[in-house]
């Protein structure tokens, strides 16, 4: 077994790699981008060597960079993680020149599936059943259109060395193919440095279902059962489950067997995942290998009892399969979320910023939470913005939903948007709960996953009130005992007045929305008044926002975190974000100015696409941004007319910057 790896990769599988290599007492070397000097993986690593500025193809994605940090640590193997460079046929015969072990399969393995259209191919010569499409190698534009027409609509462009859903459009009309091809092409040069896409007959009511493999070097190849991801946005995995719902022993034997045959087509050696598209009739077309690790093998662990990373490292370093097909067995259900620091009512736009509060559910046997990040770091612009994994596990799926409803619920997240509300709903959705899978699944139940947001209830005006009161009498009991005199009355908060008894109000904001609190000092709680209505409350605060509240005789456990003049209010399985009103000030609370645009995020313009002085109707595409290694289309607000662009294609703009002069149409 090797003494020393280095993992070049960041992030949240960094940090999963260390946990293993330090169970077998494996020295880890971690690489960071300037941008990652504090980050968690280079904290946890026993080594860590700088690479490079933050732009990933300037240090992640640099060859030379990672070879040399591994030479000048001693580190004998090199593990890559997923994405970056881990499917890159160069960085493996790089390895290769340098005398150092690649934790993955061999070149030949990489260079037969890197490629869709070419992996395509082989897996027609092995037998395996192929999605109708275009593979091929000439890339005219005019010509992949004729292609698509006779494939008939709809159709999906994808990138031919893409994964992640990078690079991937669905076009539905024959109109909409060039422009959407183009863009698809724009996305895959950034994500992957190569343009070349393939076209297929996109199914309609799909499901994804993915079969996991491992591979020795003595010719030695089985499956660990099946992953249903076909719960996506954007062609991006969203929560991902094994078993799959509905498999029966037939099929999952026909799929294990076809994917093992995809495996040892190619002499695949390590952790290696064959994807299909399947029919609801249970029929399954090949779409592509993934030579490494995957984000969601979490739940193949948690059903097999097996560490895949360790498989992985003893693979790599010589040792046969541990185990054979018949001694593998599945226990249980599990189920995994991703979460991610973004705005799905705004489309999924990724979301930066520093993690002012981060309190994950309790990991036991049922929950584990996978990592990258802690409280205080940063989310930025220049990655992928995981926040973590949340997998859960229990005897059957009904459970196992059970189980993460609670999760999610218990999940405490302030400082940058995210999904946890979105996943909650997606987890109780009749749709998802019910085991109806597609790949169109987030669309088609789009008015149970995007209500209108409801007013709070009451309680959550009182609650954040109550925790306002209980902060101010924990700092001044703070205060007090780091006085010379702690006795002195004036740190009491007990809203003594010489002549009438005490009363504060309080005020806050939840968008439009404004409310006081009336508060009296009651004994040890307070009486507030809110619109005309009183309640007595009381409760205990602790350090980290948990509050237990006693509400007109009602107990009730919730969190209040406070960023800034925002009051978090974790209460029932949601947070309501209201802002403390501050009656001194006197000043403008609104937005940009009318007819300004903004940039959602930091990013670069990659096209411009309105005409100046043109008349352009609402949602008429203004310019594209690029952040995150995706693609965000800037539209009108409102009918009206463009008239200038305050930024060039190539220009890197700020959040909140204003990228375009529109002025509204006059109303008639």
Known sequence: ??????????????????????????RTVAVYSEADAGARHVRLADEAVLIGP??????YLVIDNIIAAAL??????????????????????????????????????????????EAKKLMEKAGVPLTPGYHGDNQDATYLHQQANTIGYPVLIKAAAGGGGKG???????????????????????????????????????RHIEIQVFGDSRGNCIHL?????????????VVE???????????????????????????????????????????????????????????????????????????????????????????????????????????????????????????????????GVEQGDEITPHYDPMVAKLIVWDKDRSRALARMQKALADYRIVGVANNVEFLSRLVTCPAFAGADLDTGLIEREKDFLFPADPAPPREAWLLATLAELLWERHSAAESARRHADPRSPWHLRDGWRPNSAGQRRLAYRFGEQEHAVTVMID?????????????????????????????????????????????????????????????????????????????????KVIALLGQIDALLDKGAPLMILEAMKMEHTIVAPCRGRLNAFRYAVGDQVADGAELVEFSPEAAA
Not at 19 to 25: C, E, H, Q, V
Request: proline letters at 5%; charged letters at 20%; aromatic letters at 6%.
């Open 225 to 237: 059962f099946e992953r249903d991801c076909s719960v996506q946005r954007r062609h991006q995995k």
């Open 72 to 117: 000048q640590t001693g580190a004998q193997a090199i593990h890559p993680g997923y994405g970056f460079l881990s499917e890159n046929e160069q960085f493996c015969q790089a390895c290769a020149q340098a005398g150092i072990v690649f934790i993955g399969p061999p070149v030949s393995a990489i260079h037969a599936m890197g490629s869709k259209s």
């Open 523 to 603: 004994g040890a709680g307070f009486a507030m008044t809110i619109d005309g209505t009183t309640s007595r409350v009381g409760g205990q605060l602790a350090a980290n926002g948990e509050l237990r509240a006693d509400l007109d005789g009602r107990r009730l456990s919730l969190s209040v975190v406070a960023a800034k003049e925002r009051r978090h209010i974790f209460l029932n399985g949601r947070v309501w974000i209201f802002s403390a009103v501050d009656p001194l000030f006197q000043g403008d609370l609104g937005g940009a100015h009318e007819g300004q645009l903004v940039a959602p995020m930091p990013g």
């Open 54 to 59: 933050a732009a990933a193809r300037e240090s």
């Open 168 to 206: 991937m459009r669905l076009v539905e009309h024959s109109a909409d193919f060039a422009d959407a091809l183009a863009s698809c092409k724009r996305e895959a040069s950034a994500s992957f440095g190569d343009d070349h896409v393939l076209v297929e007959k996109y199914i309609v009511k799909p």
């Open 1 to 26: 077994m090797f003494e020393k790896i280095l993992i070049a990769n960041r992030g949240e599988i960094a940090c999963r790699v260390i946990k293993t290599a330090r169970r077998l007492g494996i």
């Open 241 to 371: 489950e094994a078993p799959a719902p509905g498999m029966t022993a037939e099929r999952r034997t026909a799929m294990g067997k076809a994917a093992v045959e995809a495996a040892l087509a190619v002499g695949y050696v390590g952790a290696g995942t064959v994807e299909f598209i399947a029919n609801q009739d249970g029929t399954f077309y090949f779409m592509e290998m993934n030579t490494r690790l995957q984000v969601e093998h979490p739940v193949t662990e948690m059903i097999t009892g097996l560490d895949l990373v360790e498989w992985q490292l003893r693979i790599a370093a010589g040792e046969p399969l541990p185990l054979r097909q018949e001694q593998i067995a599945i226990d249980g259900h599990a189920i995994e979320a991703r979460i991610y620091a973004e705005d799905p009512a705004k489309g999924f736009l990724p979301s930066t910023g520093r993690l002012a509060h981060l309190a994950p559910p309790e990991a036991s046997t049922h929950v584990r939470v996978d990592s």
